[in-house]
């Protein structure tokens, strides 16, 4: 089978940095689904991404498509012949239809019973036909969160294009995207090789292109900004330390088509900003990387990633100093500004602030999350309240600061800084910051126990806020990043080893809502309960938990995510054993009998009826397991208590060789129906066994 390589490359003006990540995904599950969907196989992939280009190449792509035999179901086999066998008007149809003659048609037995059925053979397309009518189609679904249109309104993509690079096996694909019709020429740099590049294939991509200074993958992008930053600040100083952010790196790679860094300088004056501030005027807006000396203190430089280098790099350097020397002005002003008013004097302003017009002010929203972080504190750590309850009264007050609303990410950053500097105790300065993390995904949470505890009741309230008044998340949308609050809540409550339930908080939640509540209150229960449920399945399957495991612990111990953890990872570990499958039908056999004749109070079950020696072992397993499960419970021992529910198998397994159920004696059926469903009782300590597959 012939086979060849295949390179694309579309040229266009600068696309934002956030716009790659999922532009080059989903070129390659798109173009990899749709190849595979075709009969079409390759050897290799490689996706590239830079501001100017989205590219694809693939190695040893089948240049032909197999020929595909196909199997059309046509009408059932009742319908296609009468009573004396001759074909009906639907067989007939059928077969005209499929162009073949009444004799071709077979019968296929399906779930639905027997059908009529053809098989037709396809020839195979070119791969190059086939590719001609992908690559447009593709390019069209890519997902940016806008578009634009340009010339005369036509067309629209993220940015407008400008030129379209298509070659099979060294050979022009014809196609055309945007007006722009294909050819085997790229461009380099805009600036240090503005002129084409002729390109034939995915293994000549890369370096031609860093011939033309652009470098196309995003790894090498990524080393040569972390290695210029090194080079610059080795040069002026080796004691000067950058303050790294990966997020920051990754954006600078993705704005630039060849890194080139210098070192700038700023006024000493500016040392007196805390360096969270500073830092933040630099990075975001700016996209400059700050600089501490050897013991971690801020240092007057910067270093700022240039996508040239240009003949006279100090004028460039002023450029850039002159920038920052305004933003940090700023800072300096909004700082200044700020501390004439302590952060303890700015709650009455939350009452002009708006939290959503559905969910009443700031200054509200402080008040119900306050009332939810002391019962938290009630339950969780005592000692800690009177740290919350400070903390909870100044959190959101920085929202109301100059500085927050010139710089909105420093939100609880400064307002950690002004209350040190109005005296307030670190800890409540802390659990300020903190109550704000994690911030991202994988990011960083509160180390703090105040800091935890305000985190998960102002999550909470937003959470419960929005789902009682009706702002659910959907698909496509998460606007309150509810999502990404819940599994803050999961994975702080983890980290900090809280084995409680979240229905009681979620309906204290809702009660401090009051009226605001414009939902029947069971269905906002119900429906938060179920979105924590699946964040947690989630994280329970990236554990490596099984799907069947997860939904068997999560369908009774969903609302906890520290014992539904740790029953999960346990059962899985002993569904991997040898014999797991028998217990599992052993207790589905129990739950089927509880079904067939109805659940029936353990209260029933009178000893002095079950006299067999079947019945006694089973009640005195029970009786022992019951008795210890405590202990394995308390201790979180979920792994240890499931060694010991294995052993119930064997008693159970005896009762029901030994012992019909259905005996005529009512008292005595009642009886042993619910010795079955003590017995099940233990076995959903840790989760419903009849959940898990025995496949």
């Known amino acids: 089978m012939t086979r060849g390589d295949f390179i694309l490359e579309l040229g266009v003006e600068e696309i934002p940095a956030s716009y790659f990540g999922p532009a ?69 149809g059928f077969a005209k239809g499929q162009g073949v003659p009444i004799g071709d048609l077979y019968t296929q037995n399906t779930p639905k019973g027997p ?34 249109r340009w010339g005369d309104g036509t067309y629209q993509f993220v940015r407008p294009v400008h030129w379209l690079l298509a070659a099979l096996r060294g050979e022009i694909l014809p196609l055309t995207f945007a007006g722009i019709r294909s050819g085997k020429v790229s461009y380099g740099h805009r600036f240090l090789h503005p002129g084409p590049v002729v390109i034939t294939g995915p293994d000549e991509y890369p370096e031609r292109l860093a011939e033309a200074h652009v470098l196309v993958d995003f790894e090498s992008r990524r080393e040569q900004v972390k290695k210029e930053i090194a080079r610059v600040t080795e040069e002026a100083n080796s004691d000067l330390k950058v303050v790294m952010d990966d997020e920051l790196v990754d954006e600078v790679a993705n704005l630039l088509e060849e890194p080139f860094a210098i070192l700038g300088h700023y006024d000493s004056q500016f ?106 504190a009630a339950q969780n750590s005592p000692g800690d309240a009177d740290t919350v309850e400070r903390a909870a009264n100044l959190c959101k007050n920085d929202l109301v600061s100059g500085m927050v609303g010139e710089f909105p990410s420093l939100q609880g950053v400064m307002g950690r800084e002004y209350a040190l500097a109005d005296g307030e105790p670190p800890e409540v300065a802390e659990a300020i910051r903190e109550h704000y993390l994690p911030i991202r995904s994988g990011g960083a949470l509160p180390q703090s126990t105040a800091g935890a505890i305000l985190s998960v009741a102002d999550k909470l309230d937003t959470i419960v806020g929005c789902f009682s008044v009706g702002l659910l998340p959907t698909g496509a949308a998460d606007p309150f990043g509810l999502r990404r609050q819940a599994l803050g809540i999961i994975l702080i409550m983890l980290d900090r080893g809280w084995n409680w339930s979240l229905e009681p908080y979620v309906e204290k939640a809702m009660a401090n809502l009051g ?59 002993v569904k991997k054993r040898e014999g797991f499958r028998d217990l599992a039908q052993t207790f589905k056999r129990v739950v089927n009998i509880i079904k067939k004749f109805g659940p029936r109070e353990e209260s029933l079950v009178k000893t002095e009826l079950l006299s067999q020696e079947a019945e006694k072992n089973l009640m005195s397993a029970i009786s022992d397991l019951t008795a210890e499960s405590k202990g394995y419970l ?56 009849s959940r898990v597959s025995t496949s």
């Not at 280098?309 to 940090?328: Q, S």
């Open 24 to 92: 080059t995904a989903h070129i390659r599950e798109r173009l990899t689904a749709a190849l595979a969907a075709d009969g079409l196989t390759f050897d290799r992939i490689m996706v590239w991404g830079g501001p100017r280009r989205l590219a694809v190449g693939l190695w040893g792509l089948l240049m032909l498509q197999p020929d595909i035999e196909e199997e059309i179901t046509g009408p059932p086999l009742s319908a296609a012949f009468d009573s004396n066998g001759n074909p009906t008007k639907a067989a007939q």
């Open 515 to 573: 009226a605001l509540v414009k939902r029947p209150p069971k269905e906002v229960k119900s429906e938060t309960l179920d979105f924590f449920k699946a964040r947690l399945k989630s994280h329970i399957l990236g554990l490596g938990v099984s799907g069947d495991g997860a939904e068997a612990v999560l369908c009774l111990y969903g609302d906890n995510p520290l014992s539904s953890v740790g029953r999960a990872v346990a059962l899985e570990g």
């Open 634 to 689: 308390e201790r979180g021992d979920y792994a240890g208590l499931l060694e010991r529910i294995v052993t119930l198998r064997q008693p159970v397994d005896q009762f029901f060789d030994k012992i019909l159920v259905d005996d005529p004696d009512p008292d005595l059926k009642n009886a042993r129906v619910a010795l079955l469903k003590r017995a099940s009782r233990l076995f959903e300590l840790v989760a419903d066994f």
């Open 115 to 148: 059908y009529l059925a053809v098989k037709k053979s396809r020839k195979g397309q070119a791969t190059q036909d086939i590719l001609s009518g992908l690559i447009p189609s593709i390019l069209e679904s890519l997902p940016f969160p806008k578009v634009m």
């Open 271 to 376: 040392l007196d900003l805390p360096l969270a501030v500073a830092s933040t005027a630099m990075k975001e807006h700016q996209r400059y990387f700050p600089i501490t000396d050897g013991q971690g203190r801020q240092a007057p430089y910067f270093v700022a990633v240039n996508n040239t280098k240009a003949k006279n790099m100090d004028v460039v350097k002023k450029g850039h100093e002159r920038v920052l020397r305004a933003r940090l002005e700023d800072a300096r002003f909004y700082w200044l500004e700020d501390r004439k008013v302590r952060l303890a004097d700015r709650g009455e302003a939350l009452k002009d602030v708006v939290f959503h017009h559905l969910m009443g002010t700031s200054h509200d929203k402080v008040q119900r999350f306050k009332s939810l972080a002391l019962a938290l």
